[in-house]
């Protein structure tokens, strides 16, 4: 039986204020957490989609920093009780081994940090002293013997430092390494020469990538290929190919929006996707007569198909991967304000 994905955000607390968060891409916003009732909701509705869509329920609890949550260890035991998997991606500055060890021992099976250059690079983007904080989480995280992922996000400003953090992953066996692209979270935020990649540009990192992968095959950590574009790049190297006898009106891999995949943030707003405006509905409304809408309800509902419509994308309907791969419309809304907008990185001709 397959995974649903629901990327929670249980709070909005945070230790840094990295240039790209989604929280405060728009100053400074009223910081929520949500309420424990609130979280024993969420749980059920999320188990009774699964049940009815035949899926099994998956969260990536984050943040802000999940471990800043008030009552962060009571949903680690219940997820435990539950036998719920879950994935924790934050910080790595509460993360001693007593507590590496707690989560452990509570299911965790994955912690993702964040690497988005060499130091200077790194610390400059998300806070002074953050990368060497995060080079001795990577240890402390797989000592207590869970799978520690690094993530960065690649953009104008990192992008000539993407292979030397390959490689350093590699030599702190970081057990899982991906990267997606910088997605401008706001209609205010223009798209700087510092952040913007031209798609050839892109394409040539891929390159460079690939060649760094094959490289290290062999090295304890494992290259997720987390960008849809990795597909276009491989099928042009005749080592993607695309499955014969498949129905053609059926998505079977590529943008996991609106596929298998919710965002639910700690106010209860449920998005098609967390990289850009997408809210698609509530869990919960406001006041006395709080009126609360099932997930199933959601994420089979009217907002959520419009991110079904494939047909209407402008580039990506013409091409013979739509099915397959279809880029990153997150990052296409970034540029352009429409998710059926052509993926600025994508260099294809169609």
Known sequence: MEYFAFQWHITDACDQRCEHCYIFSE?????????????MKVIDTAREMCERMHRLPYFYITGGDPILHSRFWDLLEVLH???????????PFHLTPEVCQRMKA???????????????????????????ATLRAIRTIREAGIHCAVMTTVSGTNIHEIPAIVDLVVEHKVDIFAFGRYC??????AISERTHIEPLEYRELLD????????????????????????????????????????????????NCANCHLTILPTGQVMACRRFDSPVGRLFGY????????????????????????????KCAKCELLRFCRGCPAVAYGYHHSFFAADPQCWKEV
């Open 27 to 39: 100053g400074h916003p009223k910081l929520v957490e949500m309420s424990w009732e609130r979280m």
């Open 81 to 91: 009780e539950q036998d719920i998997p879950f994935t924790l991606m934050g910080n």
């Open 106 to 132: 509570l299911g965790c099976r994955k912690y993702q940090l964040s690497i988005d250059g060499l130091r200077e690079t790194h610390d400059m983007i998300r806070k002074p002293g953050s990368f060497d």
């Open 184 to 189: 401008p979270t706001s209609k205010e935020k």
């Open 208 to 255: 460079t990538l690939w060649q760094r992968y094959e490289k290290y095959k062999d090295s304890e950590t494992t290259f997720n290929l987390k960008d849809h574009l990795w597909t276009l790049y491989l099928y042009e190297k005749g080592l993607y190919r695309i499955p014969e006898g498949l129905d053609d009106n059926t998505i079977y891999d590529g943008c």
């Open 287 to 314: 006041g006395k007569n709080e009126v609360e809408t099932p997930l199933y309800d959601i994420f089979h509902g009217d907002k959520e198909n419009e991110y079904r419509q494939h047909e209407k994308m402008e």
